[in-house]
């Protein structure tokens, strides 16, 4: 039987489709076990052999076929050392390596459409809630900022494949963010979709020398006028709540990688602006030079979850997040890691979406950096326009 999993990346400095297909291995991993997802087999083969596998891989190795990594939000739990926060059924990650790939052009349109009815949401009354029990762990010192998201459910009535929810998404090139991929689970029968903008980390070869490269994104003004968006990107960068989000988790992130390097990291620029529908965003760039020899679990153990979608201090806010959020955000604010010849990168998957192709539901989550300047109905709205900024380029 035909395997019909696949993942697609977008090469931005190439304006092309990096096309994975034909999966030699792929797995389905949780605490204490795997399922094989080429013969649905259930093994006796946790978590700890993700690392092992990684293990195999430095910064300078050569990798004839690709492999992919999907690393859930709750796969950083294990990373930190917070075991007891991940039970027996919490997914944690999926892996394929696959035999077929090839470059191809992006898709430039789209007959179909989608039309979404919201059947889950989180209403203002309930993020309140939320947000009242991180502002009161702020105001104790307990953390410097959190990351409050929500989870949010659609149906929708299409029958469509993956690879056509996917040309939805991708056929506006002039909106895809830098780290889009998509990956189809055919066993699963599940679409894991993204269209993030931002790098958990990339690595670079630089005149026979290798740099660990990170850009967090934290700072948010929507934008309702095309024409107004060099005046919102001077109040962005006049903000002060909004700076002190982004240089605390650049701050946190810098610390994480010099940890893993053993060398400073620089910042190359503080502040730089990313355009998305509806939005402006702030982002920083860091570097540190990073020895050849280095694994990559080293790097995952380092510097997942991102920071960004945390928040400071990492490790205690992570228990905050498990017992306030107290739903399982998934493939959302995970990472996904691909490795392919020299190339090694991960982004972090926010606008990102889990697709159930069978039951025709899409899972989206949204959310942002609460501090002591934050107020909800200002963090309220905000995630409500990062929803709408993702779903709006399905519709059209």
């Not at 300078?60 to 039970?87: A, N, R, T």
């Not at 939805?168 to 909106?175: A, D, P, V």
């Not at 604010?333 to 998957?349: E, F, P, Q, V």
């Amino acid at each position: 039987m035909i395997n019909e999993s696949f993942s697609s990346f977008y090469l931005q400095a190439e304006h092309k489709e990096l096309y994975c297909h034909d999966p030699s291995q792929a797995f389905y991993y949780f605490k204490n076990f795997r399922i094989n997802l080429l013969t649905g087999k259930k093994e006796k083969i946790g978590w700890t052999h993700i690392l092992k596998t990684l293990r195999r891989y430095s910064v300078s190795s050569y990798l004839e076929k690709p492999i992919v990594f999907h690393f859930f939000f709750e796969f950083g739990y294990l990373c930190q050392g917070l075991f007891d926060l991940v039970d027996e059924q919490t997914p944690l990650a999926l892996m394929f390596e696959y035999e077929e790939v090839k470059k191809r052009k992006l898709f430039t349109e789209s007959h179909n459409s989608f039309h979404f009815e919201n059947v889950s949401f989180s209403s203002f009354e309930e993020y309140e809630e939320k947000f009242k029990q991180v502002y009161d762990h702020l105001l104790a010192g307990n953390c410097y900022q959190v990351n409050l998201t929500s989870p949010f459910y659609f149906k929708y009535s299409e029958d469509l494949s993956a690879q056509e929810i996917m040309r939805l998404l991708w056929k506006n090139q002039m909106q895809l963010g830098a780290y889009a991929a998509a990956t189809y689970c055919d066993s699963l029968g599940k679409l894991f979709l993204s269209n993030s903008p931002e790098c958990l980390f990339q690595l670079r070869e630089k005149k026979n020398q290798w740099e660990v490269l990170s850009f967090p994104i934290k700072g948010t003004l929507p934008v309702s006028d095309e024409s107004q968006r060099d005046e919102i990107w001077q109040e962005l960068i006049a903000s002060k709540k909004n700076q002190a989000e982004l240089f605390m988790i650049s701050d946190l992130i810098s610390h994480d990688l010099t940890k893993l390097t053993r060398n400073p990291t620089y910042a190359m620029f503080d502040k730089y602006p990313l355009h998305v529908p509806g939005l402006i965003h702030q982002f920083s760039a860091l570097k540190s030079k990073i020895d050849e020899t280095t694994y990559m679990d080293e790097i995952i153990l380092h510097l997942f979850p991102g920071g960004s979608i945390t928040g400071a201090p990492k490790k205690r806010v992570l228990t905050y997040i498990k017992n306030i959020e107290k739903y399982k955000r998934g493939f959302y604010c995970g990472s996904t890691l691909l490795m392919y010849k020299k190339l090694k990168t991960s982004s972090i998957n926010i606008r990102s979406a889990e697709v159930e192709l069978d039951i025709r539901e899409l899972k989206y989550g949204s959310g942002g950096g609460i501090t002591l300047e934050s107020s909800a109905q200002e963090e309220f709205e905000e995630m409500q326009k990062k929803l709408k900024s993702f779903m709006s380029l399905l519709k059209k």
